[in-house]
């Protein structure tokens, strides 16, 4: 569905593969970088957020690039995600938390929260 959005939507900004990774549109906007996702729902905004960052950050440290900022467009929303210092690290720290956590032998035991009821990757967790 966000593919097919972006066909349609802001014609000036271009699809951009990089790496296995594909962003909906990608364009320069007043001398920086603006990355576009488009969301069939905003069901779990926090995550949408989280998934633009984690390309901003992936295309910022690979390319070099100076200033890189993203917008995730759902109907008439759209959140802005800065793609600031402060985030950057952020970004980077949750990484390296990530990292340990898929290092460890065995996975902690499952722990139900709200979000749960609604994850796509419910049937591997229970
Ligand atoms: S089902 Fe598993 S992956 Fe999904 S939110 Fe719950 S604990 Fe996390």
């Not at 989280?50 to 759209?78: C, D, H, R, T, W």
């Not at 800065?82 to 990530?98: F, P, V, Y």
Request: aromatic share 12%; hydrophobic share 35%; proline share 6%.
């Amino acid at each position: 569905m966000g593919k097919a959005l972006a066909e349609i939507k802001e014609k000036d900004l271009h699809q951009f593969p990089f790496s296995n990774l594909k962003f909906d549109k990608i364009g320069k906007e007043r001398g920086h970088y603006l990355v576009t996702e488009y969301k069939k729902s905003f069901k779990n905004p926090e995550g949408a957020k989280m998934q633009l960052l984690f390309y901003m950050y992936l295309l910022k440290k690979n390319l070099k690039l100076k200033e890189i900022n993203g917008k995730v467009i759902s109907g008439k929303k759209v959140i802005y995600v800065e793609g600031s210092e402060e985030n950057m690290q952020m970004m980077e720290k949750l990484l390296e938390e990530i990292a340990t956590f898929v290092s460890n032998p065995l996975p902690p035991k499952p722990k139900k929260i709200p979000f749960c009821k609604k994850c796509g990757y419910r049937d591997y967790c229970f």
